[in-house]
């Protein structure tokens, strides 16, 4: 962030970073302001008091200075050496170096023929303060912040972080003429499509009921289809719920199976399983079942015609072919019983 963070100062000149979250200046710095110690935020100096800084005074080199005293006559004046490069100078002080310029600027050349060192390499060379005049030099002044140093000036308080909570929605009386009706309070759709796959089961995941995927091992995935009586092979979106199985199957304390339950509870009697029967006809399928076939109709009916004749029709066992599609009962004509008064 390159302004103050104080709300309503927005400067974006002499700025101090924030301490991360994890120092214990941070608790400091935030009883004060509004800041999280994320390390990209800063707080200008109007914020801080004169006793919270430390000035640091110190000569500055001018980029335009050139060696120009204490310099012997000799040729090759210069060498690269620890301390000062100028031979004869034995000045070893690191506080009163100043660095050899770079080869490509342009105060280079004008050092090099001064120094004589025009064809060697100057990277790393320095040279002392010693040889250069007093007006060479210009004088900076640093502030830092101490590490005590916490912010107190211009600071708009109270400072308070509010947390936004999601709105509630108003709770609507009920009126007097519902009160006898039993209706559901609670929201008890599914938070899934996922469906038990046993036959004649539609439940789904709710609050108490949970959905178990069928084994990957082939001999324990084999047990699983026999034991809810289903032919088809299970896919990836197959589940069996949790009432099929009982209490004893579930490890304590927890929803997860043991390795070795099958489900054995609430199980259909019969395999629900249809099979498809291919037939030289394409438009023509026979399906076979394996659920318990409808008992006969026995049954019988009376009917009477307008005036002093009647009719009395009666059908005694007489069985519905099941390959009949029409919905018309196959009757055999001799057993009808016809009587004229």
């Not at 500055?60 to 000799?74: F, G, H, Q, R, Y």
Request: with cysteine.
């Amino acid at each position: 962030m390159n302004c103050c963070v104080i709300p309503g100062c927005g400067n974006k000149f002499q700025l101090y970073r924030v301490p991360n979250s994890g120092n214990n200046r941070f608790r400091q710095w935030k009883k004060v302001a509004p800041v999280f110690g994320t390390g990209s935020e800063r707080i200008c100096s109007h914020h801080f008091i004169e006793t919270d800084f430390v000035e640091n005074i110190r000569k500055k080199l001018k980029s335009t200075a050139i060696p120009s005293i204490n310099l012997p006559a000799e040729r090759l004046k210069a060498s690269n050496k620890i301390g000062c490069c100028v031979l004869g100078c034995r000045s070893k002080d690191i506080k009163n170096m100043e660095k050899f310029p770079s080869m490509t600027s342009k105060a280079w050349l004008k050092w090099a023929n001064i120094l004589g060192c025009a064809e060697a390499n100057t990277a790393g060379w320095k040279i002392c303060q010693k040889h250069f005049k007093d007006d060479a030099f210009t004088t900076v002044t640093s502030r830092y912040l101490k590490n005590s140093a916490v912010p107190t000036k211009k600071l708009k308080r109270p400072v308070k972080i509010v947390e936004i909570h999601r709105r509630q929605i108003k709770q609507i009386p009920t009126e007097q003429c519902l009160l006898d009706h039993d209706y559901v309070k609670e929201d008890v759709r599914p938070k899934s499509n996922r469906m038990c796959s046993v036959y004649g089961c539609t439940t789904k995941t709710s609050k108490g009921v949970f959905l178990h995927k069928f084994p990957k091992e082939r001999i324990k995935m084999t047990a699983w289809v026999h034991a809810i009586k289903s032919g088809k092979k299970p896919t990836k979106n197959s589940f069996v719920c949790s009432q099929h199985f009982h209490d004893s199957d579930y490890n304590t304390g927890s929803n997860i199976l043991r390795k070795s339950a099958v489900p054995s509870q609430n199980i259909p009697l019969t395999f629900s399983q249809e099979v498809q029967i291919r037939t030289d006809d394409p438009y023509k399928r026979i399906v076979k079942s394996f659920r318990k076939p409808k008992d006969s109709l026995n049954s019988y009916e009376t009917l009477e015609v307008s005036g002093n004749s009647s009719l009395e029709i009666t059908m005694q066992s007489t069985e519905v072919s099941q390959s009949d599609r029409s919905g018309f009962c196959a009757v055999n004509a001799a057993q009808w019983d016809k009587t004229e008064n």
